[in-house]
Nanobody, 127 residues
């Protein structure tokens, strides 16, 4: 199982970026994919997640209405579309996967709940 992020870049405040998370070896029927970020000197925090079981999505309050998680099943790739970027969005962004789904309308949120991680892609938002 491998997750590979891409799309991180330097962008001005108010700009947009789309991050990609390419999955390989992920042959599970139902699973969740999450996006996390870690800013320098801060703990890793959850940004968004989606469950393939029922399409349920969840967003951190800080990114709600600005970020959108989506997928292209044909390419086995998940995306995080980020708009109206702010300097406080600067971080290394990671995607994560897990097959541990408990019920519908749910995806895990805590970092410890995720089994597979990518190496991250850096996003820098200048003011």
């Amino acid at each position: 199982v491998q997750l590979v992020e891409s799309g991180g870049d330097l962008v001005q405040a108010g700009g947009s970026l789309r991050l990609s998370c390419a999955l390989s070896g992920f042959t599970f029927k139902n699973y969740a994919i999450g996006w996390f970020r870690q800013a320098p000197g801060k703990e890793r925090e959850a940004v968004s997640c989606v469950s393939t079981r029922d399409g349920f999505t969840k967003y951190a309050d800080s990114v709600k209405d600005r970020f959108t998680i989506s997928s292209d099943s044909g390419k086995n790739t998940f995306y995080l579309q980020m708009t109206d970027l702010k300097p406080e969005d600067t971080a290394v962004y990671y995607c994560a996967g897990t097959i541990a789904l408990y019920g519908s309308n749910w995806c895990p949120w805590a970092s410890v709940s995720w089994d597979y991680w990518g190496l991250g892609t850096p996003v820098t938002v200048s003011s």
